[in-house]
């Protein structure tokens, strides 16, 4: 009798983890939503994960700059971002994610407060926000420029990195932004 009821336990555990596990694969594929809302109203016990988001982003960032010297000629856009090919490693450690994914928040940002102040003052409420002056900085003080470079301007640009066919979109370019002149033996970065 033990036996026989240490094997009932053990199919009726299985059946639950498997019903289980497949409530929670239904979920993520948004299948049976009437059920796992009946089964389980909290959302507590069966999960709905979405990785970063309720809505996966399907795309990403990227940051160009370029600088305008006396005569007032411009220089074409350079590209601030360093991509690497995805592998299996990154999964663990990936710290060259971190540009990425401080552009994308900051982007996020920038276009919170450009809807949250519509209208014709919107732009001095995007140039004086956190995160636009968090831009400007990185392009300012942490890019090298050429040595005549005596503005700057930025670029952030919507772009799929997975589908080269599709541009990039332009989403906000930056004023030019006049940069300090050096001094003797002192270097912009």
Not at 3 to 26: C, D, E, K, Q, S
Not at 105 to 128: I, K, N
Not at 147 to 170: C, G, I, K, S, Y
């Amino acid at each position: 009798m033990n036996a026989h009821l240490t094997r009932a336990t053990a199919l009726g555990i299985n059946a639950t983890l498997a019903g289980w596990g497949l409530l929670t694969v239904a979920q993520q594929l948004g299948r049976g939503r009437r059920l796992t809302t009946t089964l389980d109203p909290t959302g507590i016990t069966i999960p709905d994960w979405r990785f970063f988001a309720p809505t996966p982003a399907t795309h990403e960032y990227r940051l160009l700059v370029r600088t305008q010297g006396p005569d007032e000629q411009l220089t074409t856009w350079r590209d601030l971002m360093i991509t690497q090919d995805r592998r299996w490693q990154h999964m663990l450690w990936a710290p060259h994610r971190r540009m990425e994914k401080s552009l994308f928040d900051t982007t996020a940002a920038l276009m919170a407060t450009s809807r949250s102040h519509e209208g014709e003052t919107s732009w001095s409420f995007v140039r004086s926000s956190p995160a636009y002056l968090a831009l400007l900085n990185r392009v300012t003080h942490r890019v090298e420029h050429p040595d005549r470079a005596t503005h700057v301007q930025f670029l952030v640009a919507q772009a799929a990195t997975h589908e080269p066919e599709l541009l990039p979109t332009p989403v906000l370019t930056s004023d030019l932004h006049a940069l300090r002149p050096r001094t003797a033996g002192q270097a912009r970065r």
